[in-house]
């Protein structure tokens, strides 16, 4: 590219405690290469921004703002779900992308998100091309859900797995402690509607020097109560207590939600979602239990007090690696975490084309769930072990952590409104 | 006391992240005085550990893994809920703890809990001095309720409080982040039944330099539907999204906890607590806002990685002032936290009779709450703010908190299995 182009960078889908840490790669990385790349553009609310017009320059954050979003989690540009129709379905948005890029000078785009913003970034390298307008477009990983193929992890899991392990470590502490008089089952509902990622890290609580009885509930397994209730006794005679980790995702054997109980009110109202409280009454009717039931939902994607110091890392490099492919030329891929080796965890950056990476789920190999259906393998355990590992504090001020705001100062728009 | 007595200490009601400080205190202050105190016995599962003789051995963990119970939480001897009925009603309960004491030589009684087991320690004076066998007895506060009275704040709430502002702020930044496309109102259930405390914590999450739209439901207010609907549509306009903190303990106008819905699944079995989800469907009817909701359950109240330095300074302080009293002579009171100033925050040990402690509950001044009913006065700020001020990060291995798991010996039994 002979003239300097600015870069588009926008965040897409759930956010999560580690997407800034890429954009503060990607940032970062930018500036560091002033020579080649111009401003970077973020889109206000994710591609959304780019359709607006709703462009945030970057540079008028100062070095230590840039810096801070490494430490602070959910998107500090604003997310959105919106995914792009086909190029035939709605070919008018990915040609307005197209004149936005052109009249910000717009020549690197840097997607942040998980499946479908792939697909989206996927598509927009090829519209580029068959428009006739050079647009490096270069995906930045990013889903709690872990589900992205190629890459071996995917940032913004490492730090839901260690929130979900840490806490369910915690809580059976003191449902262990209660059980003689009181809760014998505690229940936690976490994420991971297709995959079960996020439950399997929930077995990570129990360690050979801190034995816990957990009983997980995957969604890759379909909900048998006759067995599950016999796990959980069986535990609860040996033990005196045990706690379950239930995926949202879980189905029964009808392959319904189990969370989709038709739940309804005095009033006969829908009641909304909750798979934990459906287990409880599982185990109340069931083994006639005591029983306590948690629902992490946004507080474990967020949760970036307790975020792994290696899924902020690999954040963080997916971000400047992303940068740095753009430089060398590359177009239409994503950069990856490549895992060389377990133990000592060592890990590289790769490279996947986005053709590849497009509308693939990477699900559970099925070697990582034990037997009965109910715990996690070894080759699980060593595969979740490192990607746990490392604390990396927020600062904090008077007891709360110091979480950076943008000013997002808007670019002025050179374009008629859109109508979608 | 001529002759060297032993001590008993047990641990009460709701375990909290830090009441293991305040164990830790007390044995660590009994080891320094090994010429006055003898052995300090541990009740396993709180006081059904006396009745039933079942004491360990505390002397058995190395000085290591009693100074670990500082960064453990739960209760590491097991806790109960067991209310001793008063002394007319159940004679033969108070007489067999006086006999285990005898027989264990046991002369100092700590107790470590909440306003219930005030009561108890308080009865076990009494008839001590009524059965001519001399036990001082010692209550060692602990309560994530923070309702106990004449002290400042109760070891571990002030823990409690910070995870909930933490996981507030952290969870309002994610939602604020999806609000455009998305999720606009973030549900967050917290303990409290009958005081608000914690609710009034999840308002800090809020600060001058970090200001988020926080609408609190609190136990002390009841619930007006139509001017909580208007709050929270207020705030979604205002700022484009809207976080709830709900205390489990919420009442409708009918005196009854909203939780209580009636809800029933699809097979007409009634459905097991949770406010969240009820004021989810109350935002979903009446504004059709997209939510989030989280329940917290025991993963509050167990989160020793981001418990308060304040908090657990105070445990400690707590258990080794306990023993500090007994020392001196003194029976039938409790170590309290005084506060000498906000800002700076200054405290230190008081000391209140158990006459004065017992059977009372401390409720939130009514200046705490603002006038509106949704939110929490700077009066309130200044209360909470030092209460969750300060660090205390718990030890890591492999990404996980290394939590102290004790031998827990048992001493052997001298009486008659009893037979209650």
Known sequence: MAKKMNAFYAQSGGVTAVINASACGVIEAARKHKDKIGKVYAGRNGIIGALTEDLIDTTKESAKAVAALRYTPSGAFGSCRYKL?????????????????KAHNIGYFFYNGGGDSADTCYK??????????P????????????????TDCCPGFGSVAKYIAVSTREASFDVASMAKTSTKVFIVEVMGRHAGWIAAAGGMASSPDTEIPIVILFPEVPFDEKKFLASVNEKVKKYGYCTVVVSEGVKGPDGKFLADQGLKDAFGHAQLGGVAPVVAGIIKRGLDLKYHWAVADYLQRAARHVASKTDVDQAY?????????????????????????????????????LSKVANVEKMMPKNFITRDGFGITEKCRAYLAPLMKGEDYPPYKDGLPQYVRLKNVAVAKKLAAFEA
Do not use: C
């Open 317 to 353: 490099a997916m971000g400047r690696a992303a940068v740095e492919f753009a430089l060398k030329g590359h177009n239409s891929v994503m950069p990856t975490v490549e895992r060389v080796s377990d133990a000592p965890y060592k890990w590289k950056v790769g490279m996947a084309p």
């Open 85 to 101: 129709k086909s190029l035939e379905a709605n070919r008018r948005e990915y040609e307005r992308l197209i004149e936005v890029f």
């Open 124 to 133: 927009v390298s090829q519209l580029s091309e068959a428009m006739g307008y």
């Open 135 to 150: 647009i490096q477009a270069i995906h930045v990983p990013k889903t709690v859900d872990n589900d992205l193929p190629i």
